[in-house]
C-alpha cells in the first residue's frame, strides 16, 4: 500500500484540486490511502475530503508542516510513504511512477521528483511565474548538491522513515533537515524525474519574501556555530547582491521559458529577489530576530 500524506492549512481549495489530481491517478497497482492532517485552519477540511472516499482527516495543533507530516506517518499503513502539499496537484502518472521506481530497485529508499510551477496562461507568464519558474524547487540540483529534496514531492519507504525519524518542527527547513540526516545514515535520495507534481507561483511579492525570511533565517542559525561566521555571512550577502548578472546563462538557456519575455521578466525577478535577500541578510548580521522570521509558515 502506499500512504499519501498532505499537510494543510487554510487552503481548503487548492486541497480540493490536490485532492482531485490524486483521484485521477492512472497506472499504480496497489491500493493507496490519503491522510490529511490539518495544521490549525480556520475551518476543518471536512467537506473537501469527503468528496473522496476513505480520505483520512486528521488535526495537528503543533504550527509547521514537519509535526503536520509526523502525525500522518503515525496513523499511514503503507509501505511507501507519500509526501505531497495542499497546494500542489500530482501529475497522472504521480503514483504509478513512485511505485515503479521502488519496484524496479530495491535498493533505493528514498524519492525526489520534478516540481514545476503551474502557470495560469502558459503562453503568458506574470513576473513570479517567470522567475519561480527557473529558480524554484530545483530539486535535481538540491538532491544532487545537498542530499535533500522537498518534502512536497517525497517519497520514502516506511522502514527507512523510522529509522530516520520524525520531520523537524517549525524552526528549522525540515526538509533539508530530515534528508541530510538520512544521508549520514547512508541513505541516498535519487531524483526521479517522472514523478511530477504542479506548484503554482507565488501570487504576490510578500508571499515569496515571507518565504526567504524563513529560509535566510534558518540558513543565519546555522552558520553561527561556524568560526569567523560574521565575516562569512557578509560576504555572501554581498555575493547574493551581485548573483543575478550569474543567472543570465540559465535564464537563457532554460527550457521552462518561452519567448524574450518571459526571460526578461524571469531576470527581473531574480534582481528583486537577490536584493531583497541581501537585505534580509544584512539585518541578521547586524542584529535582527532569526528565530522570529524562522518560526513564519503561513499562519496568520
Same mark, same amino acid.
Given at each position: 500500500?502506499?500512504?499519501?500524506?498532505?499537510?494543510?492549512?487554510?487552503?481548503?481549495?487548492?486541497?480540493?484540486?490536490?485532492?482531485?489530481?490524486?483521484?485521477?491517478?492512472?497506472?499504480?497497482?496497489?491500493?493507496?490511502?490519503?491522510?490529511?492532517?490539518?495544521?490549525?485552519?480556520?475551518?476543518?477540511?471536512?467537506?473537501?475530503?469527503?468528496?473522496?472516499?476513505?480520505?483520512?482527516?486528521?488535526?495537528?495543533?503543533?504550527?509547521?508542516?514537519?509535526?503536520?507530516?509526523?502525525?500522518?506517518?503515525?496513523?499511514? $499503513?503503507?509501505?511507501? @510513504? =507519500?509526501?505531497?502539499?495542499?497546494?500542489? *496537484? &500530482? #501529475?497522472?502518472?504521480?503514483?504509478?511512477?513512485?511505485? +515503479?521506481?521502488?519496484?524496479?530497485?530495491?535498493?533505493?529508499?528514498?524519492?525526489?521528483?520534478?516540481?514545476?510551477?503551474?502557470?495560469?496562461?502558459?503562453?503568458?507568464?506574470?513576473?513570479?511565474?517567470?522567475?519561480?519558474?527557473?529558480?524554484?524547487?530545483?530539486?535535481?540540483?538540491?538532491?544532487?548538491?545537498?542530499?535533500?529534496?522537498?518534502?512536497?514531492?517525497?517519497?520514502?519507504?516506511?522502514?527507512?522513515?523510522?529509522?530516520?525519524?520524525?520531520?523537524?518542527?517549525?524552526?528549522?527547513?525540515?526538509?533539508?533537515?530530515?534528508?541530510?540526516?538520512?544521508?549520514?545514515?547512508?541513505?541516498?535520495?535519487?531524483?526521479?524525474?517522472?514523478?511530477?507534481?504542479?506548484?503554482?507561483?507565488?501570487? $504576490?511579492?510578500?508571499? @515569496? =519574501?515571507?518565504?526567504?525570511?524563513?529560509? *535566510? &533565517? #534558518?540558513?543565519?542559525?546555522?552558520?553561527?556555530?561556524? +568560526?569567523?561566521?560574521?565575516?562569512?555571512?557578509?560576504?555572501?550577502?554581498?555575493?547574493?547582491?551581485?548573483?543575478?548578472?550569474?543567472?543570465?546563462?540559465?535564464?537563457?538557456?532554460?527550457?521552462?521559458?518561452?519567448?524574450?519575455?518571459?526571460?526578461?521578466?524571469?531576470?527581473?525577478?531574480?534582481?528583486?529577489?537577490?536584493?531583497?535577500?541581501?537585505?534580509?541578510?544584512?539585518?541578521?548580521?547586524?542584529?535582527?530576530?532569526?528565530?522570529?522570521?524562522?518560526?513564519?509558515?503561513?499562519?496568520?
Amino acid at each position: 500500500m502506499i500512504s499519501v500524506i498532505i499537510p494543510h492549512l487554510d487552503q481548503i481549495e487548492a486541497l480540493e484540486c490536490c485532492l482531485a489530481s490524486l483521484r485521477c491517478q492512472t497506472g499504480v497497482t496497489q491500493q493507496v490511502e490519503i491522510i490529511v492532517v490539518d495544521n490549525g485552519s480556520k475551518a476543518l477540511p471536512i467537506e473537501a475530503c469527503s468528496s473522496i472516499a476513505g480520505v483520512t482527516l486528521l488535526s495537528e495543533p503543533v504550527p509547521g508542516p514537519g509535526p503536520a507530516r509526523n502525525l500522518g506517518v503515525v496513523h499511514a $499503513t503503507g509501505e511507501i @510513504l =507519500a509526501f505531497i502539499d495542499a497546494d500542489c *496537484t &500530482a #501529475h497522472s502518472g504521480w503514483l504509478a511512477e513512485i511505485e +515503479r521506481c521502488f519496484s524496479v530497485d530495491p535498493d533505493i529508499s528514498i524519492l525526489g521528483g520534478d516540481v514545476r510551477i503551474a502557470c495560469r496562461d502558459p503562453q503568458r507568464l506574470t513576473l513570479l511565474e517567470a522567475y519561480e519558474s527557473v529558480f524554484a524547487y530545483r530539486m535535481k540540483e538540491y538532491i544532487a548538491k545537498q542530499g535533500f529534496t522537498g518534502t512536497g514531492n517525497l517519497a520514502v519507504r516506511a522502514e527507512v522513515f523510522s529509522v530516520v525519524g520524525r520531520f523537524g518542527g517549525i524552526e528549522i527547513a525540515e526538509d533539508r533537515d530530515w534528508g541530510q540526516r538520512a544521508l549520514r545514515l547512508g541513505y541516498r535520495t535519487s531524483y526521479c524525474p517522472g514523478m511530477i507534481v504542479y506548484h503554482p507561483a507565488r501570487k $504576490t511579492f510578500a508571499e @515569496l =519574501a515571507q518565504k526567504w525570511q524563513r529560509h *535566510t &533565517a #534558518h540558513d543565519f542559525e546555522r552558520i553561527q556555530s561556524k +568560526r569567523g561566521w560574521r565575516m562569512r555571512w557578509v560576504l555572501r550577502s554581498l555575493a547574493v547582491a551581485v548573483s543575478p548578472i550569474a543567472e543570465l546563462f540559465r535564464i537563457g538557456r532554460s527550457e521552462r521559458l518561452q519567448g524574450l519575455r518571459s526571460r526578461a521578466l524571469a531576470f527581473v525577478g531574480v534582481i528583486f529577489i537577490r536584493c531583497y535577500r541581501t537585505w534580509i541578510m544584512l539585518a541578521l548580521a547586524l542584529g535582527a530576530n532569526a528565530p522570529t522570521w524562522s518560526a513564519r509558515w503561513n499562519r496568520a
